[in-house]
T-cell receptor, first 115, second 111 residues
Framework: DVKVTQSSRYLVKRTGEKVFLECVQD?????MFWYRQDPGLGLRLIYF???????EKGDIPEGYSVSREKKERFSLILESASTNQTSMYLC??????????????FGPGTRLLVL | RKEVEQDPGPFNVPEGATVAFNCTYS??????FFWYRQDCRKEPKLLMS???SGNEDGRFTAQLNRASQYISLLIRDSKLSDSATYLC????????????FGRGTSLIVHP
């Protein structure tokens, strides 16, 4: 059974703190993604990765960085958390194949509150 | 202009009703199309892919109109458990296939 896990379901941090969100998939997928989801704005892509040590900016990368040292793990880093980064963060992975094979498998999400 | 547009709803329908959602996309080079379902406070999950010839899965039917650049989802005989947000997703070509999500359409099925 396909599985994507995220390190925390709920997280409360203070402004200025460094925040690490971890995502692990057990499907040997090449592609991994980080999104944030906010009411009325839908899912927005922050960063994605096609392979180990490889990363590409999505639509809203400002204030975030990522790390992919191992194929199964993709980390999202908030260098200095701000209140406007309060959101639901979703990780996803896909197998690299034809376009209709690349369906997204999501983790359960991390609800981050920055005070 | 948003790349993928959906009516946010909510669509409020009684059990047993038939309901349809549309989704328009702006990139004519889009490769593939999907509907995802997202329950409240949960992650999105794939509902069905959308093929050029149309496809059906039980009470759910998906259609693609490339000429007009829209996809549709039809739900027949709605159940209370169909209440959710339905996300339209379009895969475009990048290094791999980068998905663009619509903002979702909310469906509420009431007794």
């Amino acid at each position: 059974d396909v599985k994507v896990t995220q390190s925390s379901r709920y997280l409360v941090k203070r402004t200025g703190e460094k925040v690490f969100l971890e995502c692990v998939q057990d499907m040997d997928h090449e592609n991994m993604f980080w999104y944030r989801q906010d009411p009325g704005l839908g899912l927005r892509l922050i960063y994605f990765s096609y392979d180990v040590k490889m990363k590409e900016k999505g639509d809203i990368p400002e204030g975030y960085s990522v790390s992919r040292e191992k194929k199964e793990r993709f980390s999202l880093i908030l260098e200095s958390a701000s209140t406007n980064q309060t959101s639901m963060y979703l990780c996803a992975s896909t197998h690299r194949g034809t376009s209709d094979q690349e369906t997204q498998y999501f983790g359960p999400g991390t609800r981050l509150l920055v005070l | 202009r948003k790349e993928v547009e959906q009516d946010p709803g909510p669509f409020n329908v009684p059990e047993g009703a038939t309901v349809a959602f549309n989704c328009t996309y702006s990139n004519s080079a889009s490769q593939s199309f999907f509907w995802y379902r997202q329950d409240c406070r949960k992650e999105p999950k794939l509902l069905m892919s959308v093929y050029s010839s149309g496809n059906e899965d039980g009470r759910f039917t998906a259609q693609l109109n490339r000429a007009s650049q829209y996809i549709s989802l039809l739900i027949r005989d709605s159940k209370l458990s169909d209440s959710a947000t339905y996300l339209c997703v379009v895969n475009g070509k990048g290094g791999s296939y980068i998905p663009t999500f619509g903002r979702g359409t909310s469906l509420i099925v009431h007794p």
